[in-house]
């Protein structure tokens, strides 16, 4: 007991090892993990930090000729770009379009997923297996720009899926479903998903490779047939990497991509499709307005940084997990 104190007790300040002298030893013990960091930390210094920098032009005038710091303040403190935002005709309902489309989307592309995870873990067959689950990582390797023209084509007024909801009676088979404003958020969210639910998936068939197969085997003893083997089990055992996962999503509801929403949307279908990304590259590359358009998505990012420490919070008090 007496060595189990000694040994407990706090060690004397002279004897204490600095942060750095610990940091300086790690990175003599753990160099070649280091040194694999190394190309990732440049990434995101080059690609995500310094481009922060040119965030200031959301509080200026901006003109390339005189250059960043060359060009002057804006007016209202340097908020006259976001004042004109929120005052502009679009401001409704670019956040609601932004909300109705990321809020679908993280509805329906979220946990299926999981769902797909869950139906692939029960099967025991290794080769349909494997099918399945090339069959659904496929459309994540085609090109955005490639999958936008299928979409294209599978609902013009001549296409497959037109012609087959046409025959139902649920649409109009004569005209394209993307001249419809009506559609859009459906024609998004079931293309997404055709293309983004295998490889999501991927993270979580991992997780559930590493569930302890003696759990399942009380659970059979203990009567648990296989639906309450997922619930109880499997579901449990997932639920820190599902948390995650959520929340780096609910992060991004704001951040509805651009380039899939530009290669579908048409002017007959803005007031549905035109979300703050769409109008942040309509004003600064195809109108030259940069600082309007960098101080909209400053505004975006921010609301964005909200939810995700929101989410967190929320989760933490439910769960007892977190992102930190």
């Known amino acids: ?82 004042m004109d935002f929120f005052g502009s005709v679009y401001f409704g309902r670019l956040i609601r379009n932004t909300l109705v489309l990321s809020i679908t989307n993280l509805l329906v592309t979220f946990p299926a997923p999981i769902v797909l995870a869950l139906l692939l873990n029960e099967v025991r067959c290794r080769k349909y297996k494997g099918l399945l689950q090339t069959l659904t990582y496929l459309p994540h390797f085609i090109s955005m720009v490639v999958i936008c023209s299928m979409v294209r084509m599978f609902v013009d ?28 958020v459906s024609i998004y969210v079931v293309s997404g998903l055709w293309q983004t639910i295998g490889w999501s998936a991927i993270i979580y068939i991992s997780a559930l490779a590493g569930v302890d197969q003696e759990l399942y085997e009380a659970a059979r003893i203990d009567g648990a047939n296989r639906w309450k083997q997922t619930l109880h089990v499997t579901l449990p055992a997932i639920m820190m990497t599902i948390i995650m996962m959520f929340i780096m999503r609910v992060g991004t509801v704001m951040s509805v991509g651009y380039e899939k929403i530009i290669l579908l949307y048409n002017p007959g279908i803005y007031e549905t ?51 930190w």
Not at 63 to 72: A, N, Q, R
Not at 160 to 184: E, R
Not at 275 to 292: M, P
């Open 157 to 184: 007024h001549n296409g497959f899926i037109t012609q087959l909801l046409a025959g139902m009676g649920l649409i109009d088979g004569n005209l394209s479903m993307l001249s419809d404003k009506n559609y859009f």
């Open 1 to 82: 007991m007496q060595s189990l104190s000694k040994r407990n007790s706090p060690m004397p300040a002279g004897i204490k090892k600095s942060y750095w002298t610990m940091l300086k030893k790690d990175l003599e013990k753990n160099r070649s993990a280091y040194i694999l960091f190394l190309p990732v930390l440049a990434f995101y210094l080059v690609f995500c930090y310094k481009p922060m920098y040119g965030l200031i032009i959301a509080f200026k005038d901006f003109t390339p000729y005189k250059g960043i710091l060359g060009s002057p303040w804006a007016d209202s403190f340097g908020f006259e770009h976001f």
């Open 273 to 323: 499709a035109d979300v703050i990304s769409s109008y942040v590259y309509r004003k600064g590359l195809q109108e030259a307005d940069w600082s309007y358009a960098a101080a909209v998505g400053f505004f975006n990012s921010v609301i964005n940084l909200f939810l995700v420490v929101t989410a967190n919070k929320i989760t933490k008090k439910v769960t007892d997990m977190g992102l």
